[in-house]
């Protein structure tokens, strides 16, 4: 049994910044990739990030220069530091593991969600 337990969501100002936390426990032997999805209300689920196990990292043009993704393997944790936050960034962030291979992404596992909200 896989388990996601994210934390750092909340409500910032505009121009703020938060740090999103997710620490992955249970067997996650064939795991290669972690990220971020966020949903805001009414619309898709969005890729935010993500990182390799070989510390590659890929973001959303909207979040490129602002967000920054990193892992701490010791701890199976992934983080999202949010900087320069804007009311557009609202939505719940969801954290998932999965498998890159052949360039492309099985995404396995996924959190509960954390709200972040931004005011303007």
């Known amino acids: 049994q896989v388990q996601l337990v994210e934390s750092g969501g909340g409500l910032v100002q505009a121009g703020g910044s938060l740090r999103l936390s997710c620490a992955a426990s249970?067997?996650?032997?064939?795991?290669?990739?972690m990220g971020w999805y966020r949903q805001a209300p009414g619309k898709q689920r969005d890729l935010v990030a993500f990182?390799?196990?070989?510390?590659?990292?890929n973001y959303a043009d909207s979040v490129k220069g602002r967000f920054t993704i990193s892992r701490e393997n010791a701890k199976n944790t992934v983080y999202l530091q949010m900087n320069t936050l804007k009311p557009e960034d609202t939505a719940v962030y969801y954290c998932?593991?999965?498998?890159?291979?052949?360039?492309?992404?099985?995404?396995?596992?996924w959190g509960q969600g954390t709200q972040v909200t931004v005011s303007s």
């Open positions: 998932t593991i999965g498998l890159l291979m052949g360039g492309a992404v099985r995404w396995d596992y």
């Open positions: 249970g067997s996650i032997v064939s795991i290669n990739v």
């Open positions: 990182i390799t196990s070989g510390d590659n990292t």
